[in-house]
């Protein structure tokens, strides 16, 4: 068994990105610029905004972080975006989600050019993806092939049970694992027999939601098992994944571990999301 670390393979994704951005300001005259919305204080959604401002700094990308407490009209959230749009210093616009009650998701995502939408969640990078035209690929499942190439595991031809149909996550990655020839199935709480249907896989990609759901009746004996999940042990408080790591390490010949794993990808693909925007203007 070997533990795929997302957290290796981001730091080098990053040190490659950082030495092309390095030369852009001579090259283009001008700096890659994120730009990211964060609307009120949720403790996790501030975490994650700081990390990508982290990984920004780390690759040398300009990036400002907007905030708004929890009670903003959508409107103003809505001119906020209208204003970045304009921005031509501004390549890329991601408003952590979720976003309160009152603020319609789907209305604010369209907001953005889809030029500008670097976590490919407007309709029509959604259209583009799932159409095969230049689109901007989300970047949680982008990450999600990274790590499977990054060890030369064969995608093509395997069977590959995905857990989860979410837009987010699920459906996107279901789609980038079938443009690699894979033979998917896409599994969700109504799937009779999950553990028969999983023990069938090659590939098994968990993103549910729910602390270590996954255990070793689900795994075939040297399977590659992706953990997408984000969840707190109820028991420790700490973070975990989906998959139950101890128990099915063991049954894997890759796996991935929570955190350290998916997680560090997604805001890696973010940057490099960030970058091809930008690239594409020149
Ligand atoms: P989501 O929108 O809540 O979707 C969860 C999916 O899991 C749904 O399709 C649901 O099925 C399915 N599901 C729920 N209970 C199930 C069960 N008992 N058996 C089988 N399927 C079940 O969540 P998401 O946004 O895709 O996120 C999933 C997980 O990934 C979360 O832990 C999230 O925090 C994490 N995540 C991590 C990253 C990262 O960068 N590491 C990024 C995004 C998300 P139905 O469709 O039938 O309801």
Redo the contacts with the bound molecule.
């Keep these: 068994m070997q533990i795929i670390s997302g957290k290796e393979l981001s730091a080098k994704l990053k040190a490659e990105m950082a030495k092309d951005v390095a030369t852009y300001k001579e090259k283009y005259g001008r700096l890659p610029k994120l730009s990211v919305i964060l609307v009120g204080e949720d403790p996790g959604s501030v975490s994650y905004v700081t990390g990508k401002a982290k990984a920004c700094e780390e690759v040398g990308i300009l990036n400002e972080t907007i905030r708004f407490e929890e009670g903003v009209s959508e409107e103003k959230v809505l001119l906020k975006i209208a204003e970045l749009n304009a921005d031509s210093s501004v390549d890329g616009i991601l408003v952590q989600l979720p976003l309160p009650k009152h603020i319609d998701e789907d209305r604010v995502i369209s907001a953005i050019l889809r030029e500008k939408d670097v976590d490919g969640f407007h309709p029509l990078n959604v259209a583009g993806l799932w159409s095969n035209t230049p689109c901007v690929v989300p ?2 499942p982008k ?1 999600v092939i990274k790590l499977l190439k990054s060890q030369n595991i064969e995608i093509k031809g395997k069977n590959v049970v995905v ?8 459906l996107p990655v279901s789609k980038l694992l079938l443009n690699e020839n894979a033979t998917v199935t896409i ?5 009779q027999n ?1 553990p028969q249907v999983c023990s069938q896989a090659d590939i098994l990609v968990v ?4 602390a270590k ?1 996954v255990t070793p009746d689900f795994i075939k004996q040297g399977a590659v098992v992706i953990d ?4 707190r042990d109820a028991t420790t408080g700490k973070l975990c994944g ?1 998959v139950d790591f101890e128990a099915c390490a063991p049954k894997t010949s890759y796996i991935t571990k ?1 955190p350290g ?3 560090p ?3 890696c693909c973010l940057i490099e999301n960030t970058i091809e925007c930008f690239l594409s203007k020149f």
């Design positions: 970047c949680t990450g857990i989860g149909r979410s837009n987010i996550v699920g599994t969700h709480s109504k799937t999950l993103a549910i939601g729910r759901f997408v999940g984000v969840n989906d929570v794993g998916v997680g990808m997604t805001i």
